[in-house]
């Protein structure tokens, strides 16, 4: 088995798809990492992977050395014959996809790290990137997202095929950006190397020295904030890119007293130092250093963009502001610099929030799974069993208030056409959180190893509980769901489900409420699983009846219900005109 990863430069390999590249590594495969040379080739090559040079990739604009580039891929691609030809990055996901496909690759996967187009750029250059996205991805088995506001765009304009598309995520290694490290440096010793003191607010970046980031604005914004304020920049320059920072305005920053560290290695050290954490970019895929600062428990100020939003919650791990905004910018710094208790309570959040969603773990398992699928499709067994088809297992476990984020997930992924959904993540946590708090709830997930994959959820009276969640959790919940519940539709609606639970025609008060599998992981059983401990759980505690209800066009969810042992009882309708099944198992 030999999977072949193709990005622009190295640092991409070493940073980026490292974890996926090893992992091929631990099956017994061969891993290739294909891209420019660079200074990371040493660390690949310590790792066991086998670096493939393309000496004309470049970052920059240079059409003929992107010819060039392609024509070496072509020459690579039918020397190396790899099993998996795995695209990242703008230009090489363009050409690798399409010569993958023209040299015979049996599988060809692309990354969509993040669409080279932000919402208010210029309309042409949007029709120019979107299309040759969606040019480039009829080559392609697969198409992994990592933002799911990309994946929503790329099906609504048709960039993707219909089931060709799969929402990817993001992920970091929560062992080693974990605040509670015992080998982190101190944070005193941090900080008098950059010769700031105790009492001064640092507020820190992480990126390449190009506008796209922000850093103008930054910069002006740095210079409003007044004395006691920090700022700190790590992050190489990128003379390739057209939009890299000229020198003058790098040293009039410097001689403002922003500090530069330029490229470092040692961040899980560096982020203790910093107070706040900045990412004001005019365009992200999903911000790995933003997700590192928030897995070490810094709030975070970032702009209000797709990418950014995948990572902050507005007002719960971080601010939100527009871009291209310096004195927005400086508000929200300053707002978190003169409240340490806030500082503190946004930390806590974010690391819940790394901890539940940017697992790097669950990433990997979600692209081996993604090349098993297309070998199952394809009918490639050899390749299928050398990626370990099946043997992935995962543990069933009494889920915890930090699983509330990835439940919520999960049932906004895969309950889709159900109200509760349309509420927005930030509600379906509170949901979450209120179930695992509740003492006379069942919540369960299936864990991975990286988090949950799959739960469920269940109550001996689902009365009870909406009571309950109205008093200890209502106020907060409905502040959550506001923006959606100004539209009257949904205003009806949830009043319509503050009222279930009063009474039914199948006269049962325990229910199952909901269940979901990560889409990587359906078709193992897990939801059998899952249902079977919860009705197990329930009939222990002297529950001999539950009921599900679902809505009565969802007929894969009726007959998976009926796999577990519930049967028809009759109709009910929870919201007015939308008839659902109701199903009950009898211990």
């Known amino acids: 088995m030999k999977v072949m990863h193709l990005t622009t430069v190295d640092l991409s390999l070493r940073y980026l798809v490292f974890a996926q590249l090893r992992s091929i590594e631990e099956l017994g495969g061969e891993s290739v990492g294909v891209s420019a040379p660079g200074r990371w080739v040493p660390d690949l090559v310590e790792a066991g992977i086998r670096h493939v040079p393309l000496p004309a990739s470049t970052?920059?604009?240079?059409?003929?050395?992107?010819?060039?580039?392609?024509?070496?891929?072509?020459?690579?691609?039918?020397?190396?014959?790899?099993?998996?030809?795995?695209?990242?990055n703008p230009k090489p996901g363009l050409y690798g996809r399409v010569l993958g496909r023209l040299a015979g690759v049996p599988i060809?996967?692309?990354?969509?790290?993040?669409?080279?187009?932000?919402?208010?750029?210029?309309?042409?250059?949007?029709?120019?990137?979107?299309?040759?996205?969606?040019?480039?991805?009829?080559?392609?088995?697969?198409?992994?997202?990592?933002?799911?506001?990309?994946?929503?765009?790329m099906e609504r304009y048709g960039m993707v095929r219909r089931g060709r598309g799969q929402l990817l995520g993001n992920g970091i290694d929560l062992s080693r950006f974990d605040p509670s490290r015992r080998d982190l440096r101190p944070r005193g010793s941090v900080r008098e190397e950059l010769n700031v003191s105790e009492d001064e607010i640092v507020v820190g970046i992480v990126g390449r020295l190009v506008a796209e980031k922000g850093f103008v604005e930054l910069f002006e914004a740095a210079a409003q904030l007044g004395p006691g304020y920090t700022l700190v920049v790590v992050g190489p320059d990128d003379r390739e890119k057209a939009d890299a920072l000229d020198a003058g305005i790098i040293e009039a920053a410097r001689n403002a007293g922003i500090k530069f560290l330029g490229m470092r290695t040692d961040l899980d050290d560096l982020y203790p130092a910093m107070d706040i954490f900045v990412l004001p970019s005019h365009r992200e895929g999903f911000p790995r250093a933003a997700m590192e600062a928030a897995a070490m428990g810094l709030p975070i100020v970032a702009t209000d963009i797709r990418g950014c939003r995948e990572v902050v919650d507005h007002g719960r791990n971080g601010l939100l502001v527009p871009v291209n905004?310096?004195?927005?910018?400086?508000?929200?710094?300053?707002?978190?610099?003169?409240?340490?208790?806030?500082?503190?309570?946004?930390?806590?959040?974010?690391?819940?929030?790394?901890?539940?969603?940017?697992?790097?773990?669950?990433?990997?398992?979600?692209?081996?799974?993604?090349?098993?699928?297309?070998?199952?499709?394809?009918?490639?067994?050899?390749?299928?069993?050398?990626?370990?088809?099946?043997?992935?297992?995962v543990e069933l476990r009494p889920a915890t208030i930090d699983d509330a984020p990835a439940m919520a997930r999960l049932h906004v992924e895969g309950i889709t056409s159900g109200f509760l959904s349309s509420l927005g993540l930030r509600f379906m946590r509170r949901l979450y959180e209120a179930l695992v708090g509740w003492e006379?709830?069942?919540?369960?997930?299936?864990?991975?190893?990286?988090?949950?994959?799959?739960?469920?959820?269940?109550?001996?009276?689902?009365?009870?509980?909406?009571?309950?969640?109205?008093?200890?959790?209502?106020?907060?919940?409905?502040?959550?769901?506001?923006?959606?519940?100004?539209?009257?539709?949904?205003?009806?609606?949830?009043?319509?489900?503050?009222?279930?639970?009063?009474?039914?025609?199948?006269?049962?008060?325990a229910e199952l409420l909901a269940m979901a599998v990560d889409s990587q992981w359906r078709g193992r059983g897990i939801g059998a699983q899952l249902g079977g401990e919860l009705l197990s759980e329930l009939g222990g505690r002297g529950v001999d009846a539950v009921k599900v209800v679902v809505g009565e066009?969802?007929?894969?969810?009726?007959?998976?219900?009926?796999?577990?042992?519930?049967?028809?009882a009759g109709t009910q309708e929870v919201h007015s005109g939308e008839p659902s099944s109701v199903l009950v198992w009898s211990a």
């Open 108 to 153: 060809v996967i692309n990354t969509v790290h993040g669409l080279y187009a932000a919402p208010d750029d210029p309309l042409t250059k949007r029709l120019i990137v979107y299309l040759l996205e969606g040019i480039a991805a009829r080559f392609s088995d697969l198409e992994l997202v990592q933002s799911s506001e990309d994946l929503a765009l």
């Open 325 to 393: 905004d310096p004195e927005a910018l400086a508000e929200a710094i300053r707002t978190l610099g003169s409240n340490p208790s806030t500082r503190a309570l946004y930390g806590r959040a974010g690391r819940k929030k790394a901890l539940a969603e940017f697992d790097e773990r669950r990433v990997v398992f979600r692209v081996l799974e993604a090349y098993r699928q297309v070998a199952a499709e394809k009918g490639l067994t050899p390749l299928n069993q050398a990626l370990g088809a099946g043997s992935a297992t």
């Open 553 to 568: 066009a969802n007929e894969p969810a009726i007959r998976a219900y009926r796999r577990m042992g519930f049967e028809p």
């Open 440 to 509: 006379r709830a069942v919540v369960l997930v299936a864990d991975a190893g990286a988090g949950a994959v799959g739960f469920v959820a269940g109550v001996d009276d689902t009365a009870a509980f909406y009571r309950y969640f109205a008093r200890h959790h209502g106020v907060a919940a409905a502040t959550a769901a506001f923006p959606a519940l100004t539209r009257p539709s949904n205003l009806r609606r949830a009043l319509e489900t503050a009222r279930y639970g009063s009474g039914d025609d199948a006269g049962v008060a």
């Open 59 to 88: 970052r920059g604009v240079a059409p003929m050395a992107d010819l060039r580039s392609a024509l070496q891929l072509w020459r690579v691609l039918r020397r190396e014959r790899p099993d998996v030809l795995h695209t990242h």
